[in-house]
Every structure is written in C-alpha cells, then in structure tokens.
C-alpha cells in the first residue's frame, strides 16, 4: 500500500512538473509571438534615435529635444515595453531620456549632451538589433581599457598608483555608456556585477595611491575586471587563449575576498528580488498596439 501511495505521489508530481513545464514553453512562444511583432516600431524607434544622436554631434539641441519628446512617447507603449527589453533596462532609458532633457533645459556643456544622446542610441539600437547591437562591439573596447590602467599601474614610475587611478576614467565612462542598452539584453546581476567591480578597482587603486593598499591586493582586481567583462558578453576564453595582459597574482588577502564577496552577493540578491517582484505583479495588458 505504501508503494502504490509512494507511485502515485510521483505520478502526481511528474504531472505537475510536465504541466509547469509545457505551460512556460507557451509563455516564451507567447512572449517570442510578441517581441516579433514590434519590428516596425523598434525599426522607427531605432532611426529617431539615430537621428537625435546626429542632431547631438552637430549641437543642435532645439532638433535633439524634439527627438527626446519623440522617443518618449512611442517608447511608452506598455505591450512594447513588455514584449521586448527588461524592466530594469526600460527604467534606465528612461532616467537617461530625462537626464538628456536636463541636459538640454539646463544648457549643459556639449560633451554631456553627446554622451546622454549616445546613451539611448545605444539603448535603442539593442532593442532593435538584439544580439547584432552595437553595444557589443565594446568589449574590446572595455579590455584595452583595462590593460591600459594595468599598464599604468605596472610603470616603474614613483606616482604608478595616482596614474592607475587616472587611467580609470575611460573605462568608467564606457561602462556608463553601454550600461542602458546592456540593462536591455542582459540580466542585471551581470550587469551589476560589472558595474561593482570598476567601483571596487577604484577605491583599490585609490587606496594604493594613499599607501593604504600594496601590490598584492590590487593585482587581482584586473582578473576580477577581466572576468566581469566576459560574463556581461558571454565569452569563453579557452584555457590555453593568451590573455589580455598577464599580472603576477599574489594571492588576495581574506579582509578583500570577503568584502567583494559581500558586494557580490547584494548584488545578486537585491536584483534577484527586484526581478521576483517583477514578475510577481506585472500586468501584460491584452489590448492590441494602436499603430495610427
């Protein structure tokens, strides 16, 4: 008797599980359904994008903040923003939209305008292109970044650490740039994860800078750096693939491995919950996209 009970329960629960199982398969083809009849509208979202970004280059802020009020509201169609993109990535655009208006309004010197702008062209192009976006192109961008403060870090000269912490910006900037469109396509822990590291590299590098950290804890930072990047693109690197720049790691002490494993972990956890209530209490509304 106990067997036949033991039998059923697991029948039960296969049955279940196969249920789960054939009911999330209809979610993704529903929501692959979806995101497949938006081309038209990423297509035109993606060329008003371009467009600001042109006007940006040639300082012509009247043309961009009519494009910025453009893209706003055609980008606030809510069967768009559930079809296509990510929560998370739809709020950043959306703080980099309203950000760019600050720019504009508040006459802002024209490198920022160009950077806003270059924000949500890259945004916008990842919603169009998704895996063929041009945001992707800059993870060589973001390695030589990181051989550049390497290189820095390595000079025999006395100030090694403060030319470090220079040779930071770059990387920072561009971390900034891609971070809208790549909140977009990727889960945000990986983007997170990226985004905590360079933080981490700097107040390394700034405490070496003070003498408050030597060789052997800020030499792992770059690997710590270098893997960030491969996770956010998703390459594998072979094991016998000759790296981007090859320091002598001396071990981490445990104080550091136990304040980036803190970060680390609140970062995945905080994203994990956001995403949780996200899809707790999400509302895919069923009327169809109004396209007059």
Known sequence: MRGICAAIAAGLLLFSLCGWQAEAQQRDIEDGKR?????????????????????????????????????????????????????????????????????????????????????????????AKSEQALWL??????????????????????????AAVAALKPLEDHV????????????????????????????????????RADRSRVEPMFGILDAAIDRLFGSQHPAEAEPVFSPVLTGMPWRWTLLLSIIIISVLSFSGYRRYRYERERIVPRQPVNRD
């Open 137 to 162: 192109n800059y993870e060589e961008v973001l390695k030589e970044d990181v051989r550049r403060i390497f290189l820095a870090w390595r000079t025999l000269e006395k100030h090694h650490a403060a």
């Open 176 to 211: 900034r740039l891609i971070r809208p469109a790549a909140l977009l396509e990727r889960e945000v822990e990986q983007v997170e994860a990226l985004q905590q590291s360079v933080v981490f590299a700097r107040r390394l590098l700034e405490a070496a800078a003070d003498g």
């Open 35 to 127: 995101a497949a009849g938006y081309t038209r509208e990423t297509a035109r979202l993606l060329e008003l994008s371009d467009e600001l970004y042109q006007s940006a280059f040639a300082g012509n802020r009247q043309l961009v903040f009519q494009y910025t009020q453009r893209l706003a509201r055609l980008s606030a169609v809510p069967e768009l923003r559930s079809a296509i993109g990510s929560a998370a990535g739809w709020r950043e655009l959306d703080a980099t939209t309203r950000r760019l208006q600050q720019v504009i309004l508040g006459g802002k010197p024209h490198a920022e305008l160009w950077q806003a702008s270059s924000r949500l062209m890259l945004a916008y192009d990842a919603l």
